[in-house]
T-cell receptor, first 109, second 118 residues
Framework: DAKTTQPTSMDCAEGRAANLPCNHS???????VYWYRQIHSQGPQYIIHGLKNNETNEMASLIITEDRKSSTLILPHATLRDTAVYYCIVSGTASKLTFGTGTRLQVTL | GAVVSQHPSWVICKSGTSVKIECRSLDFQATTMFWYRQFPKQSLMLMATSNEGSKATYEQGVEKDKFLINHASLTLSTLTVTSAHPEDSSFYICSAAGLAGGRQETQYFGPGTRLLVL
């Protein structure tokens, strides 16, 4: 599976959009981009995934660049409950997800 | 939809005893289940992959005789930590992959089980 690079940490003010970047320059044509988050002492929560088109659901939007070498997860109106570690994972299927260190998002008042 | 449960949520045991952790997909059938381990301040590490009715595939460095996995049905997998020792203390998390919501197969995680071996 392709490796991803994410910033170690980010801050966001409550109510503002949180934009979390991810680089995956070695992504293969059949690999999806998955985003999960882990709130302290809980199991990871699935957020969204995509192949090449932008995706949106009730939690977030996923913007994938045309060359698929990077993506951005957007939380449109961040709240304190969105404080978590966010993982960007590239995988050919839902199998064998390799978790990196993720981005620690801190939402502040 | 796409709910995965784990039981127990936490367990304390004496060194040398065995502990069984259950993982259930509550509202979908899971073709594959996974077991991860997470030590403090570290990321999740995959331990093994199991498919219903077949033997689990273990990651390199994970002892199959120590971490017994049984995937008896499409909704239940168990992990048994045999002869547990203090170094096995960790946060164990399962996940289940299925077509929840009708989309391409996605992996959904349980809430985790915190194991403390004294």
């Amino acid at each position: 599976d392709a490796k991803t690079t994410q910033p170690t940490s980010m801050d966001c003010a409550e109510g503002r959009a949180a934009n979390l970047p991810c680089n995956h320059s070695t992504i293969s044509g059949n690999e999806y981009v998955y985003w999960y988050r882990q709130i302290h002492s809980q199991g990871p929560q699935y957020i969204i995934h995509g192949l090449k088109n932008n995706e949106t659901n009730e939690m977030a939007s996923l913007i994938i660049t045309e060359d698929r070498k990077s993506s951005t997860l957007i939380l449109p109106h961040a709240t304190l409950r969105d404080t978590a570690v966010y993982y960007c994972i590239v995988s050919g299927t839902a199998s064998k997800l390799t978790f990196g260190t993720g981005t620690r998002l801190q939402v502040t008042l | 939809g796409a709910v995965v449960s784990q039981h127990p949520s936490w367990v304390i045991c004496k060194s040398g005893t065995s502990v069984k952790i259950e993982c259930r997909s509550l509202d979908f059938q899971a073709t594959t289940m996974f077991w991860y381990r997470q030590f403090p301040k570290q990321s999740l590490m995959l331990m093994a992959t199991s498919n219903e009715g077949s033997k689990a595939t273990y990651e390199q460095g994970v002892e199959k005789d120590k971490f017994l996995i049984n995937h008896a049905s499409l909704t239940l997998s168990t992990l048994t930590v045999t002869s547990a020792h203090p170094e096995d203390s960790s946060f164990y998390i399962c996940s289940a992959a299925g077509l929840a919501g009708g989309r391409q197969e996605t992996q959904y995680f349980g809430p985790g089980t915190r194991l403390l071996v004294l």
